[in-house]
């Protein structure tokens, strides 16, 4: 008997679901809008983590002495300037894009600069330049690194920033070796970095000591 009651009332419900205007029928409320602050967006890029990279890279590559591998991070259209001492000067050496990768096969003596203290002249190769004046230690495990601050501190002026406007600047420090010098022996080799395209490119290495 119950039966016989439901069946029909189910089919009377679905009758007049049929024949109601839609308007008059039940909608599904709307979705509420996204949250922009959920929707993950581009993370801006530190241009000193790219250059700091970078600079890794330049330090393994002067400590292996891989040409190829330097040179793919050098200033395309400035070329690389070699510093012997802090102060940066027009007339250090800089060498084109396209010479860089021969360097440690070529046996011409350049005039580097003047020592510091005699006045004499740094005229080397660049395989002896290198050795006194780029890597005379492992920077590449430098116990302290800095970005855009110096470090060492001697009797010549840093005039990096000054002179690189814009640049940055990674340096590796050495405070000292032998206790007995009191920090006298340091030593810092500066890399400097400028914007070219939109990429960082390696312009100056700075090799820096304590001066008279």
Same mark, same amino acid.
């Given at each position: 008997?119950?039966?016989?009651?439901?069946?029909?009332?189910?089919?009377?419900?679905?009758?007049?679901?049929?024949?109601?205007?839609?308007?008059?029928?039940? +909608?599904?409320?709307?979705? &509420?809008?996204?949250?922009?602050?959920?929707? $993950?967006? =581009? %993370?801006? *890029?530190?241009?000193?983590?790219?250059?700091?990279?970078?600079?890794?890279?330049?330090?393994?590559?002067?400590?292996?002495?891989?040409?190829?591998?330097?040179?793919?991070?050098?200033?395309?259209?400035?070329?690389?300037?070699?510093?012997?001492?802090?102060?940066?000067?027009? +007339?250090?050496?800089?060498? &084109?894009?396209?010479?860089?990768?021969?360097? $440690?096969? =070529? %046996?011409? *003596?350049?005039?580097?600069?003047?020592?510091?203290?005699?006045?004499?002249?740094?005229?080397?190769?660049?395989?002896?330049?290198?050795?006194?004046?780029?890597?005379?230690?492992?920077?590449?495990?430098?116990?302290?690194?800095?970005?855009?601050?110096?470090?060492?501190?001697?009797?010549?002026?840093?005039?990096?920033?000054?002179?690189?406007?814009?640049?940055?600047?990674?340096?590796?420090?050495?405070?000292?070796?032998?206790?007995?010098?009191?920090?006298?022996?340091?030593?810092?080799?500066?890399?400097?970095?400028?914007?070219?395209?939109?990429?960082?490119?390696?312009?100056?290495?700075?090799?820096?000591?304590?001066?008279?």
């Amino acid at each position: 008997m119950k039966k016989t009651i439901v069946i029909p009332l189910l089919i009377a419900i679905l009758i007049i679901s049929c024949i109601l205007p839609t308007e008059l029928l039940p +909608t599904p409320s709307a979705l &509420p809008p996204i949250s922009t602050s959920l929707v $993950p967006t =581009d %993370t801006p *890029i530190d241009p000193q983590q790219v250059v700091l990279a970078r600079a890794g890279e330049v330090v393994l590559a002067l400590k292996n002495q891989d040409m190829l591998a330097l040179v793919g991070n050098v200033h395309p259209d400035a070329g690389l300037r070699f510093s012997p001492y802090a102060y940066v000067q027009e +007339t250090d050496l800089v060498f &084109p894009f396209g010479q860089i990768a021969r360097l $440690p096969g =070529d %046996t011409t *003596i350049y005039h580097w600069g003047l020592y510091d203290g005699s006045g004499f002249d740094i005229n080397l190769t660049y395989s002896d330049y290198y050795k006194e004046f780029i890597y005379d230690v492992d920077f590449a495990s430098a116990p302290q690194i800095s970005i855009n601050q110096r470090v060492g501190l001697g009797n010549t002026m840093d005039n990096s920033l000054t002179f690189y406007p814009g640049a940055i600047i990674v340096e590796y420090h050495f405070p000292g070796f032998d206790p007995s010098y009191q920090g006298m022996d340091w030593r810092s080799l500066r890399l400097v970095f400028k914007e070219y395209l939109g990429e960082w490119y390696l312009i100056g290495i700075i090799h820096d000591e304590w001066t008279i």
